[in-house]
């Protein structure tokens, strides 16, 4: 089965610092990969997906960016971190092609900018 | 997009006791999770069940597709199974469209 590693667990950083969160995922080759983001409270949002390497897809406009280097690797970054941009943030998975497979998620990393 | 309701937002209960969770979606769907966080933040699939019946267990999972709901039944609680229950939903079978509900927050008190 496969398995989503995610670190770090947790994160300070200063507004106008740079971030870079990595995502590793065991166990199954190609697999589709999600950035999510949790604010206070309850909802999911979908930031970033990919089906393959150098293939990511935004669903909404943000400072943040996404890059998939190798198959199992999946980079959440940004520039310059707002404010707005603390929150929960998951990295999932489904095994490859995604049709009809459960998403599984890492254990996050707590983002909190200052 | 489809709208996800979930319901009770909120639910307290003993240990041993069970518990029925809902959701509620507004289109049909072919793709339909049950999640559980944890209050670590932890977030586990429990069942991929766009339609039918599943059993894990204490948890069990229904959906009735052609009335747009599908119901997570708990039984005998344990304080482990405390946590957000979220329900997620999509028309397309892949997951890159899943939309989340707002969760059911379930308390079990020891």
């Known amino acids: 089965s496969q398995t989503i590693h995610q670190w770090p667990a947790t994160l300070v950083q200063p507004v106008g610092s740079p971030l870079s969160l990595e995502c590793t995922v065991e166990?199954?080759?190609?697999?589709?990969l999600y950035w999510y983001r949790q604010a206070a409270g309850r909802g999911l949002q979908l930031l970033f997906y990919?089906?393959?390497?150098?293939?990511i897809s935004s669903e909404v406009p943000q400072n943040l960016s996404a890059s998939r280097p190798q198959d199992r690797q999946f980079i959440l970054s940004s520039k310059k971190l707002l404010l707005s941009d603390s929150g929960f943030y998951l990295c999932?998975?489904?095994?490859?092609?995604?049709?009809?497979?459960?998403?599984?998620f890492g254990n996050g990393t707590r983002l909190t900018v200052t | 997009g489809i709208q996800v309701e979930q319901s009770p937002p909120d639910l307290i209960l003993q240990e041993g006791a069970n518990s029925t969770l809902r959701c509620n979606f507004s289109?049909?769907?072919?793709?339909l999770q049950w999640f559980h966080q944890n209050p670590w933040g932890q977030l586990i699939n429990l069942f991929y069940?766009?339609?039918g019946t599943k059993q894990n267990g204490r948890l069990s999972a229904t959906t009735v597709a052609t009335e747009r709901y599908s119901l997570l039944y708990i039984s005998s609680s344990q304080t482990t199974d405390s946590g957000v229950y979220f329900c997620?939903?999509?028309?397309?079978?892949?997951?890159?469209?899943?939309?989340f509900g707002t969760g059911t927050r379930l308390t079990i008190i020891p």
């Open positions: 999932a998975g489904t095994l490859a092609g995604g049709m009809g497979s459960p998403l599984h």
């Open positions: 166990g199954t080759s190609n697999p589709n």
């Open positions: 990919s089906v393959g390497i150098g293939q």
């Open positions: 289109d049909s769907v072919n793709n």
């Open positions: 069940i766009p339609s």
């Open positions: 997620a939903v999509s028309r397309n079978f892949g997951n890159e469209k899943l939309t």
